[in-house]
């Protein structure tokens, strides 16, 4: 079965990409800290079918790159398409490898990167924007299929959307979704600033 890395799969944006693969019938290969983190991931989606879990610190350079090599070996499952907003290094030369013509390469970034909401969020996204740049570009010949999509609302998992008045990981994740079925969604990125851009998809070029 084709399947989805996920990087920071117990966050809020992790939780919306596993139900999105889930729900695309696609299975799940979550990076987690620990055995907690893992029964948090669960919780969050409800759900463990599907799933398979490994430990690893993403925050280490050794981190997502010996989780690819665990795949290589044939330890962990396979996959097509990586979530994340970090490990872009550690996995793209395993995607090119693989040669699958379906694979996907999705991005989240913040809009906090250009209004500067939030001073520490902010300055983090210009990098992240930057990297989506030169993806679509290093990526355009060949069989990896890269898009950013471009958050200005705020995401929780579980019960917190509703405490908060925010949307819901699991009506995020239509997004995610969407990207997954539509190979014409390529180079680009995909807006999410309104509850409306869940039905209509916003996507322009990233660089024409």
């Not at 948090?40 to 463990?48: A, D, E, P, S």
């Not at 925050?59 to 795949?71: H, P, Q, T």
Request: a negative charge.
């Amino acid at each position: 079965m084709p399947t989805v890395l996920i990087v920071g799969a117990t966050g809020n944006i992790g939780t919306s990409a596993i139900y999105a693969a889930l729900r695309s019938k696609l299975h799940v290969l979550a990076i987690v800290r620990n055995q907690a983190s893992a029964e948090k991931l669960f919780g969050n989606v409800g759900t463990r079918e599907g799933i398979t879990t490994v430990e690893a610190d993403i925050m280490s350079d050794r981190g997502v790159k010996d989780v690819v090599e665990k795949v290589r070996k044939g330890e962990l499952p396979a996959f097509q398409h990586v979530y994340s907003a970090d490990a872009y290094q550690a996995t793209i030369p395993y995607l090119l490898e693989q040669n699958d013509p379906t694979s996907t390469w999705t991005l989240c970034t913040g809009a906090s990167g250009d209004n500067g909401s939030r001073p520490a969020a902010s300055m983090t996204q210009g990098a992240l924007y930057s990297l989506a740049n030169v993806a679509c570009i290093d990526n355009a010949d060949t069989n990896i299929r890269f898009n950013e999509v471009y958050l200005g609302l705020f995401v929780m998992a579980g019960t917190a959307a509703e405490q908060y008045g925010v949307m819901k990981a699991s009506e995020f994740a239509i997004i995610y979704e969407k990207i997954l079925a539509r190979p014409d969604i390529i180079g680009c990125r995909v807006k999410v600033c309104q509850p409306e851009d869940l039905t209509e998809l916003r996507f322009t070029k990233k660089l024409e």
